[in-house]
């Protein structure tokens, strides 16, 4: 796997990795939509080395974080978890070795896993303090993707654990977190539309702004608004319709290419299609960061050929053979020798880092910037933050587009989430 440059941080972002090292608080990173909290947490773990372990709850979360999933580190199982389900782990040294341990997609958290990872951690360092004494840093936003919560399960979160969120169980509370906002935005630069972002994440939109959301709407199909727009849809199904009209439509020759896979390596989880179908024309995005930083994970091109180990994409005004790339699956180990952490492969999938960018859901749109966007809204918006996380995605409020106009329906947002507020402490003034 390639290893990224140091990226470029603001004095601010700077100053907070000295305090996450320096202070060793227990913190609930957060900010808005491209505020750079990856970006942070990924420098962090840079200099954390084998200090530090990343999980998430879903297994592509876990992997773009380049680390594990919650459920396999602690040996959970995929269902509401109970006293009965906390045990002590077979690879507890390795529990027993970590420093912090860091929590990618925390919204996505539920209250009883947020219980059990501190039972765990108690119960396998055999020490009776909030998570065995391990420095937590949790990362998210809650007004983006919420957890999944079924039927029932919602009455049960809410009578065992006070709700739904990582924040209600009284672990959260006596682990005294501080609240850390990321509050500067990199991916919009004009603050009227950043405003207006604001207003639908948090679930007041004024008349003026919705009126002026809606002042994008064109009328025209995501099928003829995908030659000029990424499209973004609620399903899959709605995204694999465009791109496969699309792709069908270019009169070019076809070519198939199949991935690889070493190991354990669950095909849910593929980063691109496989087969990966592309033809000469096809509008591709890239989904692996360059180590020479030519693109990043998003950035939007043109296939324009086809060699032996490569396939060439334009990016603007460049070429560049694009060749196959691996994904890994980590688990964490423990090196009895060094006494620390280290990561292990569990399996790898390789293929071209290249997915058809015509259209996409929303969801997998999370953590992208995109120049033009056409939101597709056939079909009712029907989660907690999708819209915030549709309409954010887009550079400027000119490069974006409505296939109708949004109504109070299609902006849904849990008025708890800002209920985290009163669980938490307040980050030191220097912070920011």
Known sequence: MSTLPAPQLSQHQTRLIEYLFEQRPNVF???????????????????????????????????????????????????????????????????????????????????????????????????????????????????????????????????????????HPPPFRDAGFTLVELEQVFRQTDEYFINILNAVRDGDLTSDEAADLNDRVTGRSGLEASLSHVVLTSTNEAAFRINQARIQGLATPERTYEGRVEGQFDPRLFPVEDPLVLKIGARVMLTRNDPQGRWVNGTLGEVEGFDDKAVRVRIGDNSFAIEPQKWERNAYAFDAAAQALTKTTAGSFTQYPLRLAWAMTIHKAQGLTLDNVYLDLARRLFAHGQAYVALSRARSLEGLELSRPLNPGDIISDPRIFDVRSFCDAAPMSLG
């Open 29 to 167: 990173l957060t900010g808005r939509a491209g505020t750079g909290k990856t970006t942070l947490m990924r420098e962090f773990l840079r200099r954390a080395g084998s200090r530090a372990a990343v999980l998430a709850p879903t297994g592509v979360a876990a992997m773009q974080a380049g680390g594990q999933t919650i459920h396999s580190f602690f040996h959970f199982p995929p269902r509401l978890i109970e006293a009965r389900d906390i045990r002590k782990v077979r690879h507890r040294r390795v529990v027993q070795a970590l420093e912090t341990l860091v929590i990618d997609e925390i919204s996505m958290v539920r209250s009883d896993m947020m219980w059990a990872i501190d039972k765990s951690l108690r119960l396998n360092r055999e020490r009776d303090e909030p998570f065995g004494g391990v420095q937590v840093i949790l990362v998210g936003d809650l007004a983006q993707l919420p957890p999944v919560i079924q039927g029932a399960e919602a009455e049960y979160l809410e009578a065992k654990h006070g709700g739904p969120f990582f924040f």
